[in-house]
């Protein structure tokens, strides 16, 4: 049983700051890839930042130099900094982790949080 939990969402004005994090617990062997995903309602989720285990990153272009993306592998953590924040980033962002436990190769989700930006 793998779980992953998500923090730091909430309401921030645009211009401002957000640190979102992602802890993985459960029966993990190895973890090969994190990300955080965001969906609107009635829209398709959309990849924001991925981090591989060997720290190659990718962003959606719109959040390229304005959000960051890190892990603590000891920790199976994955963090997502926003900064300048946009009323466009405004969505249900979730985490993503691509994994290996004890029932094989799997990728698990989190249960989402809202990040709201007012203008």
């Known amino acids: 049983q793998v779980q992953l939990v998500e923090s730091g969402g909430g309401l921030v004005q645009a211009g401002g700051s957000l640190r979102l994090s992602c802890a993985a617990s459960g029966s993990i062997i190895r973890v090969t890839a994190m990300g955080w995903y965001r969906q609107s309602p009635g829209k398709q989720r959309e990849l924001v930042a991925l981090?591989?285990?060997?720290?190659?990153?990718n962003y959606k272009d719109s959040v390229k130099g304005r959000f960051t993306i890190s892990r603590d592998s000891a920790k199976n953590t994955v963090y997502l900094q926003m900064n300048s924040l946009k009323p466009e980033d405004t969505d249900v962002y979730y985490c993503?982790?691509?994994?290996?436990?004890?029932?094989?190769?799997?990728?698990?989700w989190g249960q989402g949080t809202q990040v709201t930006v007012s203008s």
């Open positions: 993503s982790a691509h994994l290996f436990g004890t029932t094989g190769w799997d990728v698990y």
């Open positions: 981090i591989t285990n060997d720290d190659y990153t």
